[in-house]
């Protein structure tokens, strides 16, 4: 699977995106959380750009399978040094995205496990949660840095809180951890047989 994945393109414009004949999965969450790391394990490659700085994906960023699968990766949220008039053209972008677009098929929102849910976090899924609805999955990142039982029993707390306060199924991955990678690639592959 991993040599058929290739980078699309990176949009700025909704008219600009390709055609709707694909099927497509967003990766979205905080800056920092984990993304681009997270779609190069589920792809086994490495397609998406890795930074140290938060903030820098400024557009939507394509990748795709075979003419198949397409996974949009959003710009993370909650951290940007982008000039105001920028950060509207991509909230608009976004906007127009998630209320327009006729093939999404999910929307994986992250989360860090060492974290949790922060306001940002929460505002978004209700948001979300109006046009999208049960098509939206979270996803928990970096498990490996939980290391004491304190952080760990936490993160049971952010697992109950999304399936009980936010009815959402969720997974909890590392990209240190192939079973859970190999988890969340099953699953997904399981929607294009």
Same mark, same amino acid.
């Not at 939507?60 to 003419?67: A, D, R, S």
């Not at 105001?84 to 127009?96: Q, V, W």
């Not at 199924?169 to 909890?172: A, E, P, R, T």
């Given at each position: 699977?991993?040599?058929?994945?290739?980078?699309l393109?990176e949009?700025?414009q #909704?008219?600009?995106?390709?055609q709707?004949d694909?099927p497509e999965?967003?990766f979205?969450?905080r800056?920092?959380v984990g993304?681009?790391?997270l779609?190069?394990?589920?792809?086994k490659? +490495?397609?998406?750009?890795?930074s140290?700085?938060?903030? &820098?994906?400024?557009?939507?960023?394509? %990748?795709?399978?075979?003419?198949?699968?397409?996974f949009?990766? %959003?710009p993370?949220y909650?951290?940007?040094?982008?000039p105001?008039?920028?950060?509207? !053209?991509? $909230?608009?972008?976004?906007?127009?995205y998630?209320? !327009?677009? &006729?093939? @999404?098929?999910?929307?994986?929102?992250?989360i $860090?496990s060492?974290?949790?849910f922060k306001?940002?976090?929460?505002i978004?899924?209700?948001?979300?949660d109006q046009?999208?609805?049960?098509? @939206?999955?979270?996803? %928990?990142?970096k498990t490996d840095r939980?290391k004491?039982q +304190? $952080? !760990?029993?936490?993160?049971?707390e952010?697992?109950?809180?999304?399936? +009980?306060? #936010?009815?959402k !199924? %969720?997974?909890?991955t590392s990209?240190? $951890?192939?079973n859970?990678i190999?988890?969340?690639k099953k #699953?997904?592959? +399981?929607f294009?047989?």
């Open positions: 699977m991993a040599h058929a994945w290739k980078f393109a949009y700025h #909704f008219e600009n995106l390709p709707e694909i999965i967003v979205w969450g800056s920092n993304k681009s790391s779609i190069n394990s589920v792809t490659s +490495k397609i998406a750009k890795i140290k700085t938060p903030g &820098r994906t400024r557009s939507l960023v394509y %990748f795709e399978l075979e003419k198949q699968i397409r949009v990766d %959003f993370g909650g951290y940007s040094k982008i105001k008039m920028n950060e509207y !053209k991509l $909230d608009t972008l976004i906007e127009l998630l209320s !327009k677009r &006729r093939n @999404i098929m999910l929307l994986f929102l992250l $860090d060492k974290h949790g306001e940002i976090d929460k978004i899924l209700n948001q979300l046009v999208l609805k049960n098509k @939206i999955f979270i996803i %928990f990142t939980l004491n +304190k $952080d !760990k029993n936490l993160l049971i952010y697992n109950q809180i999304s399936e +009980k306060q #936010f009815n !199924k %969720f997974f909890n990209i240190k $951890d192939i859970t190999i988890l969340l #699953f997904v592959m +399981k294009f047989k």
